[in-house]
């Protein structure tokens, strides 16, 4: 019976940590969404600036709207983690980050048929957004590395971590 005691103890013990991934893989999971929305801006952005002179933005506004619905699905995978103690300014920066592009993006998709002037001001809203987006980066930097002192993790130069 002792033994059975034990046993069950290491296996609540493995539960208990397998259902609360903790705090690096937390941050870990962040870091990937945020390289994936990159990603998916950076694509969008290149885009728009082949074009201007073509006068066709049908296809900047379909795009774009793709490109809004897997930033949305993105916050909402985010939304879906179990936050640890200290986490919450993390992910609050990290979700503004993603709303910061999708409000660049919804510049292009406001209208099924853009026009030339609607279109430059769309991109000139986007490159005024774009300082925004630094700066929350920035503040990201800053709050993952409060967040990993707070909870006694090393962040690692890794793929999913390179803010």
Not at 12 to 26: D, E, H, I, M, Q
Request: aromatic fraction near 10%; glycine fraction near 6%.
């Amino acid at each position: 019976m002792e033994k059975l005691r034990i046993l069950f103890f290491y296996v609540w013990l493995f539960s208990l940590y397998s259902c609360n991934p903790g705090p690096g893989k937390f941050n870990d999971n962040l870091m990937e969404n945020l390289n994936r929305a990159d990603r998916e801006y950076t694509t969008f952005y290149a885009l728009v600036e082949q074009h201007p002179d073509t006068g066709d933005f049908v296809s900047v506004t379909k795009k774009g709207k793709v490109a809004s619905e897997e930033l949305e699905k993105l916050i909402n995978k985010i939304n879906g983690y179990e936050i640890p103690k200290d986490g919450d300014d993390l992910k609050n920066l990290c979700e503004e980050y993603i709303h910061n592009m999708i409000t660049s993006i919804k510049g292009f998709t406001s209208k099924e048929k853009l026009t030339k002037d609607q279109f430059e001001k769309a991109l000139e809203d986007m490159d005024v957004n774009e300082v925004k987006l630094n700066e929350i980066d920035g503040k990201i930097v800053e709050a993952q590395k409060s967040f990993a002192n707070k909870r006694g993790f090393e962040l690692k130069d890794s793929s999913s971590n390179k803010r």
